[in-house]
């Protein structure tokens, strides 16, 4: 198989599959698998398939809801559901994946997906539905791990790396914009149930591709499964994630909020002080300790809390304020998909191995955050060419320069038997930021909007001199108050993406890749060396 730029690849070109000796697929141990590149489409079907899912239900939400009779107050159950189990399992689904095997892991993970999207599809009451989305989650952080711990092992020399990581994160940068597109067309032409039903075919091409086309490289049964480090480390996640998805309706204030953010918190200390005296930790602490490792895990959450608050607002502001279909909304956010990919395949992918990392994460973190602070300049009357397009377009590329740098500097340099868990840790810090990201922006455009509204319709009545104001001048007000909380909230999250910036560039060091792969402290071929 050659390599997708017509470059054969020292090691592969010209192989054919079954040639070779020493482990399926063909190649003899250390030598690149000749079909690796088909692999790298099995692999970035399942992520997308993840990734999507945390989006695409949210356009589908109404009819669901009015379908299964569920009531405003348990609505969030159908995303918070997911979010919860994916977040909060992330960490034990990536050990698992060390322990019994990649491959494997993210062969049941695609079953389980499957079954869980099939479940929820024929949902026949709010619990059932409640019930597939936790299920989902709880499969979906089985899969996400073991899909970039075999990306890692499997690319670990040359340009393929970097090209591979490029794929990868374009997904992971434009999954969700994908997700509101996908549950738009579904929803309109087809039927909401099929926001799940969709994933089952995914799923099941993908567990062909992966029985034939994947194979694990190393690191099983050398580990061992820390049972205190998971319920601490995982209890804390998902009293986190909990506690941020209630912080939205009820405001940080609440007690139940603020109950469960200090759980979590104390949880989480808890777990930081097991893993330096576990004999098995759950996580090694060499994994989260590495200078360079941490600053992208850091970068990763800063930047996903930015991004996930313009998906939120400008979900908002395409479909209330200036009228848009679902399909037109999901429309709206191609561009910035686009840029996504073209960054991060094409700009990313073919600097990586020539630039330090952060001379990618920094310029991209600066582009994202202009994109942003572009969107501070919004007004209810219709904006798209001028304000919203040129932001989509500086956010996309900006994204599409962190994720795929940030992903190979957090999975370089990882032994193969903790190539699971690290990779957990990197999903676990876009999820999380995703989950804060949400509750922190919505929260401050909330809490925005009504000050401004009240302060605007107290003002107006003076003016006029009437306790009631005309149907007309009240929604105006109104639509103002709505998109002032929003852009104040994007500016808040421009900021956020400046910190990620600072972040990236003061403690991200990493020099340039070294070409082909590097050996770790215990002689095995390291996960993710070799950019």
């Given at each position: 198989?050659?390599?997708?730029?017509?470059?054969?690849?020292e090691?592969s070109?010209?192989?054919l599959p079954?040639a070779?000796?020493?482990t399926?697929?063909?190649?003899?141990?250390g030598?690149?698998?000749?079909?690796?590149?088909?692999?790298?489409?099995?692999i970035?079907?399942?992520?997308?398939?993840?990734?999507?899912?945390?989006?695409i239900?949210?356009?589908?939400?109404?009819?669901?809801q009015?379908?299964?009779?569920?009531?405003?107050?348990?609505?969030?159950?159908?995303i918070?559901?997911?979010?919860?189990a994916f977040?909060g399992?992330l960490?034990l689904?990536g050990?698992?994946?060390d322990?019994?095997?990649?491959?494997r892991t993210f062969m049941?993970?695609?079953?389980?997906?499957a079954?869980?999207?099939?479940i929820g599809?024929?949902?026949t009451?709010?619990?059932?539905?409640?019930?597939a989305?936790?299920?989902?989650?709880?499969?979906?952080?089985?899969?996400a791990?073991?899909?970039?711990?075999?990306?890692?092992?499997?690319f670990?020399r040359?340009?393929?790396?970097s090209?591979?990581f490029?794929?990868?994160?374009?997904?992971?940068?434009g999954?969700?914009?994908?997700?509101?597109?996908?549950?738009?067309?579904?929803?309109?032409?087809?039927?909401?149930?099929?926001?799940?039903?969709v994933n089952?075919?995914?799923?099941?091409?993908?567990?062909?591709?992966?029985?034939?086309?994947l194979?694990?490289?190393?690191?099983?049964?050398?580990?061992q499964?820390?049972v205190?480090?998971?319920?601490?480390?995982?209890?804390?996640?998902?009293?986190?994630?909990?506690?941020?998805?209630?912080?939205?309706?009820r405001?940080?204030?609440?007690?139940?909020?603020?109950?469960?953010l200090?759980?979590?918190?104390?949880?989480?200390?808890?777990?930081?002080w097991?893993?330096?005296?576990a004999?098995?930790p759950?996580?090694?602490?060499?994994?989260?300790?590495?200078?360079?490792?941490?600053?992208?895990?850091?970068?990763?959450?800063?930047?996903v809390?930015?991004?996930?608050?313009m998906?939120?607002?400008l979900?908002?502001?395409l479909?209330?304020?200036?009228?848009?279909?679902?399909?037109?909304?999901?429309?709206?956010?191609l561009?910035m998909?686009?840029?996504i990919?073209?960054?991060s395949t094409?700009i990313s992918?073919?600097?990586?191995?020539?630039l330090?990392?952060?001379?990618?994460?920094?310029?991209?973190?600066l582009?994202?955050a202009?994109?942003?602070f572009?969107?501070r300049f919004l007004?209810?009357t219709?904006?798209?060419?001028s304000?919203?397009?040129?932001a989509?377009?500086?956010?996309?590329l900006?994204?599409?320069?962190?994720?795929m740098?940030?992903m190979?500097?957090?999975?370089?340099?990882?032994?193969?038997?903790?190539?699971g868990?690290?990779?957990?840790?990197?999903?676990?810090?876009?999820q999380?930021?995703?989950s804060?990201?949400?509750?922190?922006?919505?929260?401050?455009?909330?809490?925005?909007?009504a000050?401004?509204?009240?302060g605007?319709?107290?003002?107006?009545?003076?003016?006029?001199?009437?306790?009631?104001?005309?149907?007309?001048?009240?929604?105006?007000?109104?639509?103002?108050?709505?998109?002032?909380?929003?852009?104040?909230a994007?500016g808040v999250?421009s900021?956020?993406?400046?910190?990620?910036?600072?972040?990236?560039?003061?403690?991200?060091?990493?020099k340039?890749?070294?070409?082909?792969?590097?050996?770790?402290?215990?002689?095995?071929?390291?996960a993710?060396a070799?950019?």
């Amino acid at each position: 198989m050659r390599h997708p730029s017509g470059e054969g690849e020292e090691g592969s070109a010209g192989a054919l599959p079954g040639a070779g000796t020493g482990t399926p697929g063909g190649a003899p141990p250390g030598e690149p698998d000749p079909r690796r590149w088909w692999g790298l489409g099995v692999i970035a079907m399942a992520q997308l398939m993840v990734v999507l899912d945390a989006t695409i239900v949210n356009i589908a939400l109404p009819s669901a809801q009015q379908a299964l009779g569920i009531s405003d107050t348990n609505r969030q159950w159908v995303i918070t559901a997911y979010t919860l189990a994916f977040g909060g399992l992330l960490l034990l689904g990536g050990r698992i994946a060390d322990l019994v095997g990649r491959k494997r892991t993210f062969m049941v993970g695609l079953v389980g997906f499957a079954l869980a999207s099939g479940i929820g599809g024929a949902a026949t009451g709010p619990g059932m539905l409640f019930g597939a989305r936790a299920l989902q989650g709880a499969f979906g952080a089985l899969l996400a791990p073991s899909a970039l711990s075999l990306l890692t092992t499997t690319f670990t020399r040359g340009r393929e790396r970097s090209k591979a990581f490029g794929v990868y994160g374009a997904i992971a940068g434009g999954g969700a914009a994908i997700g509101l597109l996908a549950g738009g067309l579904l929803t309109e032409y087809v039927n909401w149930r099929w926001c799940l039903y969709v994933n089952v075919p995914v799923a099941v091409v993908a567990w062909i591709g992966a029985a034939v086309l994947l194979r694990d490289r190393g690191g099983r049964g050398r580990v061992q499964l820390d049972v205190p480090g998971v319920a601490l480390g995982c209890g804390g996640l998902v009293a986190i994630v909990y506690g941020c998805s209630e912080a939205a309706p009820r405001g940080w204030g609440n007690g139940l909020v603020v109950g469960m953010l200090v759980w979590g918190a104390t949880l989480l200390g808890a777990f930081a002080w097991w893993q330096t005296r576990a004999q098995h930790p759950l996580l090694p602490l060499q994994v989260v300790r590495d200078r360079n490792r941490g600053g992208a895990f850091l970068t990763m959450a800063l930047a996903v809390i930015a991004m996930f608050g313009m998906f939120l607002f400008l979900t908002y502001y395409l479909q209330i304020v200036l009228g848009y279909s679902p399909i037109k909304a999901g429309l709206a956010f191609l561009p910035m998909t686009a840029a996504i990919v073209v960054a991060s395949t094409q700009i990313s992918a073919r600097l990586l191995h020539r630039l330090a990392p952060r001379l990618l994460m920094v310029p991209g973190a600066l582009l994202a955050a202009t994109g942003l602070f572009t969107l501070r300049f919004l007004t209810a009357t219709p904006a798209y060419a001028s304000h919203v397009l040129p932001a989509e377009l500086l956010v996309g590329l900006g994204m599409g320069l962190i994720f795929m740098p940030v992903m190979a500097t957090a999975t370089a340099g990882v032994a193969p038997q903790d190539a699971g868990v690290t990779s957990a840790t990197v999903n676990t810090a876009q999820q999380v930021g995703g989950s804060i990201g949400t509750a922190l922006l919505n929260t401050i455009a909330a809490s925005t909007s009504a000050t401004y509204i009240a302060g605007h319709l107290a003002h107006a009545a003076r003016r006029t001199g009437r306790l009631g104001l005309d149907p007309s001048t009240r929604a105006g007000i109104i639509k103002d108050g709505v998109v002032h909380g929003f852009t104040t909230a994007i500016g808040v999250g421009s900021g956020i993406m400046l910190l990620a910036a600072v972040v990236a560039g003061v403690v991200v060091n990493g020099k340039a890749p070294r070409r082909g792969p590097v050996r770790t402290a215990d002689g095995a071929e390291s996960a993710g060396a070799g950019v």
